[in-house]
């Protein structure tokens, strides 16, 4: 294989462009050409396809977001417009593509190999960490040290107001950036997705605490687990404590990548470039106990998320 392509699609997540860096380096050390596809799946529909060369990636390895730009393209699902992406493919001559982004980014690359058989290699790139085949995505990491940024600098005004907070954090219906977070940064309340919780028992729990002389609360809260304005409302009422909201929002989502997101793409980057030179089967890359494994597309959907209940009860155990 001489000629490949790299896209980013989806939501931009911190270290899309250290693993877009790694494929290109490690594209042009194997004396392949390399081509960047821009706004993902919606720029490829349309042939926004350009050349990178070395200088290309310089300077962008601790740099958020994604240079070659990203988007959503819910018309992808058509077998008809994925034809013209593979029209676009086949006029720059590009036999092989690399695509990062999250779940729906993999469906995509599914599609490709298995409507066209275009060779493809999908790498998890979301804060989410909702893919279940690998134990981590890159940016989920970078992703979970802002949000404990924020969990820091906003435990010094609970303190001083005596107040209860409640922060909503991202991770769609995955509870993973609120539960990491809350643990490492010693939030008394996680409320994810995946496990049930008991307002009542919440109020109740901080209204003691108060009465024992705490002078702050922090509730994490992740975006697919309730109402936050709903769920301040009925705490605060209940315990008779004003909880005050923050949501944080996109700031998730940017900034520069951590050692931990920069190094999982390299080797990310570095593998998808290995298995198309080596000319193998579309698959998605992931990681499992500290190696990068290989998955078929068709287990990615079929792999079943499993909670970190335990993690889940240390986080009860050590911050009330």
Known sequence: MDRIAVLTSGGDA???????????RSALHNKMDIYGVERGYAGLIKGEIRRLESRSVSNMIHKGGTFLNTARCEEFKDIEVQRQAVEALNAYGIEGLVVIGGDGTLRGAKD????????????????????AYTDYTVGF????????????????????HDRVGLLEVMGRNCGDI??????????????????????????????????RGKTSNMIILAEGAGNREEIAEYVGKKSGITV??????YIQR??????????LAARFGYKAVELLKENKDSCAIGIRDNKVITVPFEEVK??????DNELYKIAHVLNQ
Do not use: Q
């Open 14 to 24: 911190p270290g899309m462009n250290a693993c877009i860096r790694a494929v290109v």
């Open 178 to 211: 609120a539960l990491y977070a809350g643990v490492a940064g010693g939030a008394e309340y996680v409320l994810v997705p995946e496990i049930p919780y008991d307002l009542d028992k919440i109020a109740a729990s901080i209204k003691k605490s108060y009465l």
């Open 112 to 131: 490709l190999s298995d409507n066209f058989g275009v060779k493809v290699m999908g790498i998890p790139g979301t804060i989410d960490n909702d893919l």
């Open 254 to 263: 940017g900034g520069s990548p951590n050692m931990a997101d920069r190094v």
């Open 302 to 307: 079929k792999a079943e998320k499993h909670f």
């Open 244 to 249: 005050k909201v923050n949501t944080f929002g």
């Open 141 to 160: 990491d970078t992703a979970v040290n802002t949000v404990l940024w924020a969990i820091n600098n906003l435990r010094d005004t609970l303190h001083s």
